[in-house]
Protein backbone atom coordinates (compact mmCIF):
# COMPACT_ATOMS: atom_id res chain seq x y z
CA UNK A 1 0.00 0.00 0.00
CA UNK A 2 3.32 2.22 0.47
CA UNK A 3 2.94 3.03 -2.98
CA UNK A 4 -0.70 3.66 -3.67
CA UNK A 5 -2.03 6.72 -3.74
CA UNK A 6 -4.56 8.24 -0.63
CA UNK A 7 -8.09 6.02 -1.39
CA UNK A 8 -10.58 8.56 -1.58
CA UNK A 9 -13.80 6.07 -3.40
CA UNK A 10 -14.51 3.23 -1.89
CA UNK A 11 -16.69 0.38 -4.19
CA UNK A 12 -17.76 -2.77 -2.68
CA UNK A 13 -19.33 -5.66 -3.57
CA UNK A 14 -22.81 -6.49 -2.11
CA UNK A 15 -22.98 -10.19 -1.40
CA UNK A 16 -20.30 -11.70 0.48
CA UNK A 17 -18.89 -8.14 1.75
CA UNK A 18 -22.33 -6.23 2.61
CA UNK A 19 -24.28 -9.16 3.13
CA UNK A 20 -24.64 -12.86 2.78
CA UNK A 21 -28.51 -14.92 2.21
CA UNK A 22 -30.39 -11.59 3.07
CA UNK A 23 -28.35 -10.91 6.39
CA UNK A 24 -26.07 -7.82 7.17
CA UNK A 25 -22.38 -9.34 7.48
CA UNK A 26 -21.28 -7.44 11.34
CA UNK A 27 -19.60 -4.34 10.43
CA UNK A 28 -21.39 -3.48 7.12
CA UNK A 29 -23.40 -0.97 8.57
CA UNK A 30 -20.63 0.43 10.01
CA UNK A 31 -18.70 1.05 7.08
CA UNK A 32 -21.70 2.41 5.23
CA UNK A 33 -22.29 4.64 8.01
CA UNK A 34 -18.52 5.49 7.86
CA UNK A 35 -18.60 6.41 4.21
CA UNK A 36 -21.29 8.32 4.20
CA UNK A 37 -20.20 10.53 6.79
CA UNK A 38 -17.16 10.97 5.38
CA UNK A 39 -18.41 12.41 2.32
CA UNK A 40 -16.56 10.44 -0.14
CA UNK A 41 -17.57 9.10 -3.26
CA UNK A 42 -18.55 5.44 -2.87
CA UNK A 43 -20.42 2.50 -4.43
CA UNK A 44 -22.50 -0.55 -4.00
CA UNK A 45 -21.74 -3.04 -6.65
CA UNK A 46 -23.70 -6.05 -7.54
CA UNK A 47 -23.44 -8.18 -11.17
CA UNK A 48 -27.57 -9.18 -10.73
CA UNK A 49 -29.35 -7.33 -12.85
CA UNK A 50 -32.69 -8.12 -11.72
CA UNK A 51 -33.73 -5.33 -9.16
CA UNK A 52 -33.54 -1.54 -10.05
CA UNK A 53 -31.58 0.76 -7.66
CA UNK A 54 -34.60 1.88 -5.55
CA UNK A 55 -35.47 -2.02 -4.99
CA UNK A 56 -31.82 -2.57 -3.74
CA UNK A 57 -32.06 0.57 -1.76
CA UNK A 58 -35.28 -0.84 -0.21
CA UNK A 59 -34.16 -4.52 0.11
CA UNK A 60 -31.05 -3.36 2.02
CA UNK A 61 -32.91 -0.75 4.02
CA UNK A 62 -34.45 -4.01 5.41
CA UNK A 63 -31.83 -5.72 6.57
CA UNK A 64 -30.42 -2.41 8.17
CA UNK A 65 -28.33 -0.86 5.85
CA UNK A 66 -28.92 2.83 4.63
CA UNK A 67 -27.45 2.87 1.24
CA UNK A 68 -29.12 5.74 -0.82
CA UNK A 69 -30.29 4.44 -4.48
CA UNK A 70 -27.63 6.76 -6.56
CA UNK A 71 -25.08 4.72 -4.64
CA UNK A 72 -25.83 1.15 -6.15
CA UNK A 73 -24.58 0.32 -9.25
CA UNK A 74 -25.68 -2.86 -11.27
CA UNK A 75 -24.84 -4.91 -14.15
CA UNK A 76 -28.23 -3.90 -15.88
CA UNK A 77 -26.90 -0.18 -15.42
CA UNK A 78 -23.69 -0.25 -16.72
CA UNK A 79 -24.84 -2.89 -19.68
CA UNK A 80 -27.70 0.45 -20.76
CA UNK A 81 -25.08 2.75 -20.28
CA UNK A 82 -22.65 0.81 -22.44
CA UNK A 83 -25.21 0.08 -25.28
CA UNK A 84 -25.78 4.28 -25.06
CA UNK A 85 -23.05 4.83 -26.02
CA UNK A 86 -22.14 1.95 -28.52
CA UNK A 87 -25.29 2.81 -29.88
CA UNK A 88 -27.35 5.80 -28.56
CA UNK A 89 -31.19 5.15 -29.52
CA UNK A 90 -30.72 1.87 -30.43
CA UNK A 91 -33.58 -1.16 -30.03
CA UNK A 92 -33.02 -3.94 -27.98
CA UNK A 93 -34.69 -7.56 -27.73
CA UNK A 94 -34.46 -7.73 -23.42
CA UNK A 95 -34.56 -10.87 -21.57
CA UNK A 96 -34.86 -9.66 -18.06
CA UNK A 97 -36.51 -8.16 -15.02
CA UNK A 98 -37.86 -4.36 -14.21
CA UNK A 99 -33.69 -3.73 -13.40
CA UNK A 100 -32.30 -4.33 -16.79
CA UNK A 101 -35.69 -3.12 -18.75
CA UNK A 102 -36.00 -0.07 -16.99
CA UNK A 103 -32.15 0.70 -17.47
CA UNK A 104 -32.67 0.44 -21.02
CA UNK A 105 -35.93 2.39 -20.90
CA UNK A 106 -33.90 5.37 -19.20
CA UNK A 107 -30.93 5.70 -21.74
CA UNK A 108 -33.67 6.18 -24.71
CA UNK A 109 -33.68 2.18 -25.95
CA UNK A 110 -36.88 0.98 -27.36
CA UNK A 111 -37.46 -2.57 -26.63
CA UNK A 112 -38.82 -4.53 -29.36
CA UNK A 113 -38.73 -8.58 -30.75
CA UNK A 114 -39.12 -6.75 -34.89
CA UNK A 115 -34.98 -6.44 -36.16
CA UNK A 116 -33.80 -5.30 -33.06
CA UNK A 117 -30.09 -3.98 -32.90
CA UNK A 118 -29.11 -6.10 -30.19
CA UNK A 119 -30.61 -8.69 -28.24
CA UNK A 120 -29.28 -8.28 -24.63
CA UNK A 121 -29.97 -11.01 -22.17
CA UNK A 122 -30.10 -10.58 -18.05
CA UNK A 123 -31.38 -12.04 -14.95
CA UNK A 124 -34.51 -13.04 -14.73
CA UNK A 125 -36.47 -16.22 -12.42
CA UNK A 126 -38.75 -16.50 -15.75
CA UNK A 127 -36.51 -17.95 -18.46
CA UNK A 128 -39.22 -19.41 -21.45
CA UNK A 129 -38.36 -21.45 -24.17
CA UNK A 130 -40.43 -18.96 -26.33
CA UNK A 131 -38.02 -16.03 -24.69
CA UNK A 132 -35.12 -18.04 -25.53
CA UNK A 133 -36.36 -19.11 -29.16
CA UNK A 134 -36.48 -15.66 -30.26
CA UNK A 135 -33.66 -14.56 -29.18
CA UNK A 136 -31.57 -17.36 -31.06
CA UNK A 137 -33.63 -16.78 -34.03
CA UNK A 138 -32.86 -12.87 -33.44
CA UNK A 139 -29.21 -13.28 -33.06
CA UNK A 140 -29.18 -15.60 -36.55
CA UNK A 141 -30.87 -13.00 -38.03
CA UNK A 142 -28.35 -10.19 -37.56
CA UNK A 143 -28.91 -9.10 -34.02
CA UNK A 144 -26.07 -8.32 -31.64
CA UNK A 145 -25.57 -10.56 -28.48
CA UNK A 146 -25.15 -9.15 -25.25
CA UNK A 147 -25.52 -10.13 -21.89
CA UNK A 148 -25.30 -8.22 -18.69
CA UNK A 149 -22.89 -10.77 -16.76
CA UNK A 150 -21.14 -14.51 -16.75
CA UNK A 151 -22.32 -15.47 -13.42
CA UNK A 152 -23.31 -19.61 -14.64
CA UNK A 153 -25.57 -19.95 -11.04
CA UNK A 154 -26.91 -17.66 -8.35
CA UNK A 155 -27.59 -18.63 -4.57
CA UNK A 156 -31.43 -19.20 -3.44
CA UNK A 157 -32.41 -20.81 -0.11
CA UNK A 158 -33.09 -24.03 -1.97
CA UNK A 159 -29.37 -24.07 -3.63
CA UNK A 160 -27.78 -22.97 -7.02
CA UNK A 161 -29.87 -21.26 -9.73
CA UNK A 162 -28.92 -21.40 -13.34
CA UNK A 163 -28.03 -17.69 -14.32
CA UNK A 164 -27.16 -15.50 -17.30
CA UNK A 165 -24.21 -16.97 -17.88
CA UNK A 166 -25.43 -20.54 -17.98
CA UNK A 167 -28.43 -19.39 -20.54
CA UNK A 168 -26.02 -17.57 -22.49
CA UNK A 169 -24.29 -20.80 -23.28
CA UNK A 170 -27.44 -22.09 -24.17
CA UNK A 171 -28.09 -19.26 -26.97
CA UNK A 172 -24.19 -20.07 -27.74
CA UNK A 173 -24.69 -23.21 -28.76
CA UNK A 174 -27.40 -22.64 -30.71
CA UNK A 175 -25.86 -19.87 -32.95
CA UNK A 176 -22.39 -20.19 -32.43
CA UNK A 177 -22.02 -16.46 -31.26
CA UNK A 178 -20.82 -15.41 -28.09
CA UNK A 179 -22.25 -12.35 -26.22
CA UNK A 180 -20.28 -9.58 -25.18
CA UNK A 181 -20.37 -9.80 -21.08
CA UNK A 182 -20.44 -6.11 -19.50
CA UNK A 183 -20.45 -7.32 -16.13
CA UNK A 184 -18.01 -8.42 -13.96
CA UNK A 185 -15.07 -8.95 -14.69
CA UNK A 186 -15.33 -7.31 -17.01
CA UNK A 187 -13.46 -4.19 -15.86
CA UNK A 188 -15.93 -1.89 -17.96
CA UNK A 189 -18.58 -1.83 -15.06
CA UNK A 190 -15.67 -1.06 -12.80
CA UNK A 191 -14.46 1.79 -15.33
CA UNK A 192 -18.32 3.16 -15.67
CA UNK A 193 -18.84 3.52 -11.91
CA UNK A 194 -16.48 5.10 -11.62
CA UNK A 195 -17.27 7.73 -14.44
CA UNK A 196 -20.63 7.98 -13.24
CA UNK A 197 -19.10 9.58 -9.83
CA UNK A 198 -16.49 11.45 -11.43
CA UNK A 199 -13.64 9.25 -9.56
CA UNK A 200 -10.34 8.33 -10.43
CA UNK A 201 -9.19 4.84 -10.49
CA UNK A 202 -5.85 5.53 -8.61
CA UNK A 203 -7.41 6.89 -5.82
CA UNK A 204 -9.85 4.36 -5.54
CA UNK A 205 -10.84 0.22 -4.54
CA UNK A 206 -12.31 -1.99 -4.92
CA UNK A 207 -13.73 -4.63 -2.27
CA UNK A 208 -15.04 -7.96 -3.14
CA UNK A 209 -14.76 -11.82 -1.79
CA UNK A 210 -14.33 -13.34 -5.32
CA UNK A 211 -10.71 -13.53 -6.65
CA UNK A 212 -11.97 -14.53 -10.47
CA UNK A 213 -14.69 -11.32 -9.99
CA UNK A 214 -14.30 -8.50 -7.91
CA UNK A 215 -10.61 -9.01 -7.38
CA UNK A 216 -9.37 -9.12 -11.21
CA UNK A 217 -11.78 -7.02 -12.19
CA UNK A 218 -10.53 -4.06 -9.77
CA UNK A 219 -7.37 -4.34 -10.74
CA UNK A 220 -7.48 -4.32 -14.61
CA UNK A 221 -9.25 -1.12 -13.43
CA UNK A 222 -6.34 0.11 -11.77
CA UNK A 223 -7.71 0.59 -8.44
CA UNK A 224 -6.62 -0.81 -5.01
CA UNK A 225 -8.34 -4.40 -4.02
CA UNK A 226 -9.25 -5.74 -1.10
CA UNK A 227 -10.17 -9.66 -0.84
CA UNK A 228 -12.64 -10.33 2.54
CA UNK A 229 -12.89 -14.07 3.42
CA UNK A 230 -16.67 -13.85 4.26
CA UNK A 231 -17.60 -15.14 0.67
CA UNK A 232 -16.97 -17.07 -2.26
CA UNK A 233 -13.13 -17.42 -1.99
CA UNK A 234 -11.09 -18.77 0.88
CA UNK A 235 -7.97 -18.03 2.27
CA UNK A 236 -6.51 -21.17 1.05
CA UNK A 237 -7.22 -20.31 -2.26
CA UNK A 238 -5.77 -16.63 -3.28
CA UNK A 239 -2.83 -18.59 -3.98
CA UNK A 240 -3.85 -20.39 -6.43
CA UNK A 241 -4.61 -17.41 -8.58
CA UNK A 242 -2.06 -15.43 -11.14
CA UNK A 243 -2.46 -11.90 -9.26
CA UNK A 244 -3.19 -11.05 -5.72
CA UNK A 245 -5.15 -8.25 -4.17
CA UNK A 246 -3.26 -5.41 -2.08
CA UNK A 247 -5.16 -7.05 0.78
CA UNK A 248 -6.75 -10.03 2.04
CA UNK A 249 -8.81 -9.46 4.93
CA UNK A 250 -11.06 -10.97 7.31
CA UNK A 251 -14.69 -9.24 7.13
CA UNK A 252 -15.57 -5.68 6.32
CA UNK A 253 -15.24 -5.05 10.06
CA UNK A 254 -11.72 -4.57 8.89
CA UNK A 255 -12.06 -1.77 6.78
CA UNK A 256 -14.07 0.42 8.28
CA UNK A 257 -10.94 2.44 10.34
CA UNK A 258 -9.39 3.02 6.31
CA UNK A 259 -11.98 5.56 5.58
Known sequence: MADRKPIETW???????LIHEGVPIPGADAFIQRLRESGKP???????????QRDLHARLARMGLDVPAEHIWTSALATAKFLDDQRPGGTAYVIGEAGLTTAMHDVGYVLTDTAPDFVVLGETRTYSFEAMTKAVRLINDGARFIATNPDETGPSAEGALPATGAVAALITK????????????????????????GAHSEHSAMIGDRMDTDIVSGMEAGMSTFLVLTGL?????????????????????DLVELI
Open 11 to 17: LTDMDGV
Open 174 to 197: ATGVEPYFVGKPNPLMMRAGLNAI
Open 233 to 253: TQASEVERFPYRPTQVVDSIA
Open 42 to 52: FLVLTNNSIYT
